[in-house]
């Protein structure tokens, strides 16, 4: 946990831009001064330090090599390192007063589409966050958002803020996620799993129940089990 901290602090510079059109021959740095100034925030070039795209390309089925602009499938995060974290700060703020802002009028040859500004986090962390989505998701928490390499979540407008961590502490939540494959079969190993780790949340996926059958569930003292059937396929 310690070394995660300290990976999470030297990003504490970065953000990273999600769902932004990728354009074969774009310039990085000027793509993130766009989308800046698309959100209310005068960028300097002076105050950047890297930007990127990271990750592999990904190709839309059928591309070939010479393939156009915006012929890509989904795009690659932009990650940029700013030279002072107020910067990110800044421009993070303003992402959240402009949430839902597009793609529209950045000088890109694709489609308009929504894109995100979010603190960048280590990859443990960003497996926490997702988890915690998912969690939130499946129990209507309305708030669930990071703030300097933290995760906090909020059930309700007039709730208190907890801080997502892996561990037992007061004042957070240790949430989990298990795959049952046939949760009316798999007692034993989601009842050990839950008592090891004492976790607060466990999301559970793979249940195999239908609607009406949570009594195949197994019961946990302690625990409340909410189950969202999933909802039939729909028909051709």
Same mark, same amino acid.
């Given at each position: 946990? *310690?070394?995660? +901290?300290?990976?999470?602090?030297?990003?504490?510079?970065?953000?990273?831009?999600?769902?932004?059109?990728? *354009?074969?021959?774009?310039?990085?740095?000027?793509? /993130?001064? @766009?989308?800046?100034?698309?959100?209310?925030?005068?960028?300097? +070039?002076?105050? /950047? #330090?890297?930007?990127?795209?990271?990750?592999?390309?990904?190709?839309?089925?059928?591309?070939?090599?010479?393939a156009g602009a915006g012929a890509a499938g989904r795009p690659r995060p932009l990650v940029v390192r700013f030279?002072?974290?107020?910067?990110?700060?800044?421009?993070?703020?303003?992402?959240?007063?402009?949430?839902?802002?597009?793609?529209?009028?950045?000088?890109?040859?694709? @489609?308009?589409?929504?894109?995100?500004? $979010?603190?960048?986090?280590?990859?443990? $962390?960003?497996?926490?966050?997702?988890?915690?989505?998912?969690?939130?998701?499946?129990?209507?928490?309305?708030?669930?958002?990071?703030?300097?390499?933290? /995760?906090?979540?909020?059930?309700?407008?007039?709730?208190?803020?907890?801080?997502?961590?892996?561990?037992?502490?007061?004042?957070?939540?240790?949430?989990?996620?298990?795959? @049952?494959?046939?949760?009316?079969?798999?007692?034993?190993?989601?009842?050990?799993? #839950?008592?090891?780790?004492?976790?607060? /949340?466990?999301?559970?996926?793979?249940?195999?129940?239908?609607?009406?059958?949570?009594?195949?569930?197994?019961?946990?003292?302690?625990?409340?089990?909410?189950?969202?059937?999933?909802?039939?396929?729909?028909?051709?």
């Amino acid at each position: 946990m *310690e070394l995660n +901290e300290k990976d999470q602090e030297l990003l504490g510079n970065d953000v990273e831009v999600s769902n932004l059109p990728e *354009e074969n021959g774009e310039n990085a740095t000027h793509m /993130i001064m @766009a989308v800046a100034t698309k959100l209310g925030v005068t960028l300097r +070039e002076s105050d /950047i #330090v890297s930007a990127e795209r990271v990750g592999a390309r990904r190709r839309a089925p059928g591309e070939g090599g010479d393939a156009g602009a915006g012929a890509a499938g989904r795009p690659r995060p932009l990650v940029v390192r700013f030279t002072r974290r107020a910067v990110k700060d800044e421009l993070t703020a303003a992402a959240r007063v402009r949430r839902g802002a597009t793609s529209a009028d950045l000088s890109q040859s694709s @489609a308009p589409r929504p894109f995100y500004v $979010n603190e960048r986090l280590t990859k443990y $962390n960003r497996q926490l966050y997702y988890q915690t989505r998912e969690v939130g998701r499946r129990l209507s928490w309305r708030f669930l958002w990071t703030k300097k390499g933290r /995760i906090y979540a909020r059930q309700g407008q007039d709730t208190p803020r907890h801080w997502i961590r892996m561990t037992g502490k007061s004042k957070s939540l240790l949430v989990g996620l298990f795959n @049952a494959g046939s949760l009316g079969t798999g007692h034993d190993e989601l009842i050990a799993t #839950v008592l090891r780790y004492d976790v607060d /949340i466990m999301a559970i996926n793979e249940t195999w129940l239908r609607e009406g059958e949570i009594d195949r569930a197994p019961v946990i003292p302690g625990y409340k089990l909410r189950h969202t059937p999933r909802p039939p396929a729909a028909k051709p």
